[in-house]
């Protein structure tokens, strides 16, 4: 891809589940680009293929038709190995539900995708402290998930998605299960991480408010995308 400006492209994406004698076609041939350092804020009704999507472009699941390029290379072209590999380094995860593992610590949940890469545990383990002071728990990274509130939870969630400096975040209504509160915290260190760090952001969210300076509202609808408003 010669575009600098692009860092992410789904090509004519399909996605057909099969349940039984089903076939549930979920996403219907989507074209989608991702701007390098720009906020993208998908929006839709539940059911649209919303989340579908977004796994689609953050390499956690297979197209059925279409390609993902990401910085000029054809993702699912990749053997799955490889796959994770790129998708550990270059793309960040944020879950509705936290995703969190209950045995570890909030420190060992952030550390854990860095230790795929090859770093060694020391120098993990300060950026983890780092990216948990960053987030405003450096009083809680010895608790485990369960001794930690929503919106701690998925404070240490982002933490997680940036042991590995990616270059997008992809964000499945981080703020679905937040109170009013933790989600207008949440959103604004996201936006934050995109102001000053320059990282992508993709999020999935009802709140459209946080696109409206800054961004593109991509608006979904029984898996296709009915438009794209630049507010930018
Ligand atoms: N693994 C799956 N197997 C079968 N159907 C699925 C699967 N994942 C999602 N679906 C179906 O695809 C549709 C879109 O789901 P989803 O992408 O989660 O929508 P959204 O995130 O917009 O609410 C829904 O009807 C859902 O039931
Ligand atoms: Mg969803």
Redesign the pocket.
Known sequence: MTDNGILLKGINIKRV???GKEK?K?LKGIDITIERGMIHTIV????????????ILGGLDRPTEGKVMLDGNSLYDFRDEELAKIRNKKIGFIFQFHHLLSEFSALENVMLPSSIDGISSKKASEKAKNLLTEVGLSDRIDHKPNELSGGEKQRVAVARALINNPSVIFA??PTGNLDSKNSDMLLSMLLELNRKGGITLVI?THNVGIANRIGNIIR?ED?KILGVENDV
């Not at 839709?44 to 796994?55: E, I, Q, R, V």
């Open positions: 589940f099969k349940t549930l979920v839709g009704p539940s059911g649209a293929g919303k989340s579908t999507l977004l796994h499945d209504e999935v979904m898996g």
